[in-house]
C-alpha cells in the first residue's frame, strides 16, 4: 500500500501526520474538524502551509462515530494511535442473565501495566456488566488525566458506548425518559454520564470488535470471568500481570 500523508488544519492537533489512526485520533468526534489524505509529503506540506484553497473543496468533515458503518480497528491502528494510556474494558454474565462481572486492562505507552477485575453481580446481564465495566474505566481515565496523561478507552460494546455518549443526553433533558418505554440500566447510566460530562473533552472512547485478536480487550473479557470466579464485588488489581500467554489461555467470556 503507498505512503499516504494526513494534513489536519483543525483537530485536537495540527499538522501532518503518516497514518490514518494518528489523524483520526485529532479528527475523531472533534466538532468541524479539517483534514484530507495526500499521495505525496510535498503536496501534504504545500496543503498545510496554504490551507485556504484546499479546505474550501476538497477537505472532509469529520464525522461523529456511530453514524455510518466503520471498518473496525485493528490492533496495528490501536498500536499506532497516540495515547499514553489506552483502557480497554469488557464485561461477561455466564448464562445471560446470570452471574456477571467486569474487566479492564491498562496500557501506557502500548506497554501492559495494569489488569482489574470486579464489580461482580449475582445476578446481572451482558449489558449491566458491560457499563459497569465502562464506568470503572472512566473512573481511572479521570485518574490518569489529573496526572496530565492523553487516555482512550476501548469498549466492545455499542450498547454501553452509545448510551452514554450519545443516548443519554437526551434522556437527561426529557427526564430520564423516553417515549418508547422504560431506559434500562439507570442506576448505572445516570452516575456514569455525570462522569463522562466531567471528562468527555479529555478523553477518546473507541468501539473494538470483541474476540478477534486485539490483546487490550482479550485480557479484559479474561479478567470478567475471573471477576465471576472470585465473586469480588471491588474493583481488584490482578497482581499476576507478567506472563500475559498464561492469562489469555484463561477461560474466555
Same mark, same amino acid.
Given at each position: 500500500m503507498a505512503q499516504k500523508y494526513y494534513v489536519v488544519w483543525k483537530g485536537r492537533e495540527t499538522g501532518i501526520f503518516t497514518t490514518w489512526a494518528q489523524c483520526k485520533a485529532q479528527v475523531d468526534k472533534f466538532a468541524g474538524a479539517k483534514y484530507k489524505s495526500f499521495p505525496s509529503l510535498i503536496e501534504a506540506e504545500s496543503a498545510f502551509g496554504d490551507p485556504t484553497s484546499t479546505q474550501s473543496s476538497t477537505v472532509t468533515t469529520a464525522k461523529k462515530s456511530g453514524g +455510518? *458503518? *466503520? %471498518?473496525p480497528l485493528s490492533q496495528d491502528q490501536i498500536t499506532e494511535m497516540p495515547f499514553d494510556i489506552k483502557i480497554f474494558t469488557d464485561g461477561a454474565s455466564v448464562p445471560n442473565p446470570g452471574e456477571a462481572g467486569a474487566g479492564i486492562a491498562v496500557y501506557e505507552n502500548n506497554k501492559i501495566?495494569?489488569?482489574w477485575y470486579g464489580i461482580y453481580q449475582a445476578v446481572?446481564?451482558?449489558n449491566t456488566a458491560e457499563l459497569n465495566g465502562l464506568y470503572q474505566a472512566f473512573i481511572l481515565a479521570k485518574g490518569k488525566i489529573a496526572k496530565g496523561y492523553s487516555v482512550a478507552i476501548y469498549c466492545d460494546s455499542m450498547y454501553a458506548i452509545q448510551s452514554i %455518549?450519545?443516548?443519554a443526553e437526551g434522556w437527561s433533558k426529557k427526564g430520564w425518559t423516553k417515549a418508547s418505554g422504560e431506559i434500562k440500566n439507570l442506576d448505572i447510566i445516570k452516575p456514569m454520564y455525570a462522569l463522562?460530562?466531567?471528562i468527555a473533552n479529555k478523553i477518546e472512547v473507541f468501539h473494538v470488535n470483541g474476540h478477534v485478536g486485539i490483546e487490550g480487550n482479550e485480557l479484559a473479557d479474561r479478567m470478567s470471568i475471573v471477576a465471576i470466579e +472470585? *465473586?469480588?464485588e471491588a474493583l481488584t488489581l490482578y497482581r499476576e500481570t507478567h506472563d500475559i500467554a498464561k492469562i489469555l489461555a484463561l477461560r474466555a467470556g
Open positions: +455510518s *458503518k *466503520k %471498518t501495566s495494569e489488569l446481572g446481564t451482558n %455518549t450519545q443516548w463522562y460530562q466531567e +472470585s *465473586k469480588d
